[in-house]
C-alpha cells in the first residue's frame, strides 16, 4: 500500500463548477497534511494546510480532513482556468519527525 | 529576497560522471529536502535534512549523496552510481516542527 494515494486523473470540470480532489494516507500518525498546486515545468507551490480535523476555508479553496478515515480532500469553487494544473497531496508523519511524503498527483483540468 | 536558490537551472551529464547540484535558503529554515519528480509522477524524497550535520535517507537515496555543512546550504550530489538520473530536481525547506515545506525552482538534469 502506497503511504500517500491519489487519483491520478486527469479530472475534467467545468468553469465555475466544484473540482473536488481526493486522498488517503497509510500512517494513523500522520499529523500534518498539505495541498500543493503544480503547473508544468515549475515546482510545487502552496495553497493549503490543514491539522486538525474538519473543514479549512481559505477563498475558494477548502480543506477537508477527517483522521478517523484517513482521508483529506480539497475543494475548488468556482473553478477557473488558471486552476488547470496537477494538485499534489503531502503527509507529514509526525511532529519531530519532518519527513514530508507526497502522493502521485491528480490531474485537474477546467473546461472553459 | 528570501528565498530557496537552486543552480544550475538546466544541467547536462555525460554517463559515468558526477554531478553537483546547489541548493541555498535564506529563510533560517532548520529542515531541507531534495525530491525528484520523474515526467507525470509525484514526488519522491531522496534525502532530507532536521539539523547541520545529519541527514536522513529518504525513500530513493541509492545512487546519490548530500551534505549538511552549513545551515542554508544543502547539496545534491547524483553519482555515477544513479543508472537513471534524468529528472526534475526540487530542494525545498522548512522552518521544521511541523511547518510549510517551500520549494525552490528546481534543477532540470538529462543525461547525454
Known amino acids: 500500500q502506497k503511504e500517500v494515494e491519489q487519483n491520478s486523473g486527469p479530472l475534467s470540470v467545468p468553469e465555475g463548477a466544484i473540482a473536488s480532489l481526493n486522498c488517503t494516507y497509510s500512517?494513523?500518525?500522520?499529523?500534518?497534511f498539505f495541498w500543493y498546486r503544480q503547473y508544468s515545468g515549475k515546482s510545487p507551490e502552496l495553497i493549503m494546510s490543514?491539522?486538525?480535523?474538519g473543514d479549512k476555508e481559505d477563498g475558494r479553496f477548502t480543506a477537508q480532513l477527517n483522521k478517523a478515515s484517513q482521508y483529506v480532500s480539497l475543494l475548488i469553487r468556482d473553478s477557473q482556468p488558471s486552476d488547470s494544473a496537477t494538485y499534489l497531496c503531502?503527509?507529514?508523519?509526525?511532529?519531530?519527525?519532518?519527513?514530508?511524503?507526497f502522493g502521485t498527483g491528480t490531474r485537474l483540468t477546467i473546461i472553459p | 529576497d528570501g528565498g530557496i536558490t537552486q543552480s544550475p537551472k538546466y544541467l547536462f551529464r555525460k554517463e559515468g560522471q558526477n554531478v553537483t547540484l546547489s541548493c541555498e535558503q535564506n529563510?533560517?529554515?532548520?529542515?531541507m529536502y531534495w525530491y525528484r519528480q520523474d515526467p507525470g509522477q509525484g514526488l519522491r524524497l531522496i534525502y532530507y535534512?532536521?539539523?547541520?550535520?545529519?541527514?536522513q535517507k529518504g525513500d530513493i537515496a541509492e545512487g546519490y549523496s548530500v551534505s549538511r555543512e552549513k545551515k542554508e546550504s544543502f547539496p545534491l550530489t547524483v553519482t555515477s552510481a544513479q543508472k537513471n538520473p534524468t529528472a526534475f530536481y526540487l530542494c525545498?525547506?522548512?522552518?521544521?516542527?511541523?511547518?510549510?515545506?517551500?520549494f525552490g525552482e528546481g534543477s532540470w538534469l538529462t543525461v547525454v
Open positions: 500512517d494513523r500518525g500522520s499529523q500534518s
Open positions: 503531502a503527509v507529514r508523519a509526525n511532529f519531530g519527525n519532518e519527513k514530508l511524503t
Open positions: 490543514i491539522y486538525s480535523n
Open positions: 529563510l533560517n529554515h532548520d529542515a
Open positions: 525545498a525547506s522548512s522552518a521544521g516542527q511541523g511547518n510549510t515545506i517551500y
Open positions: 535534512s532536521q539539523i547541520v550535520n545529519d541527514f
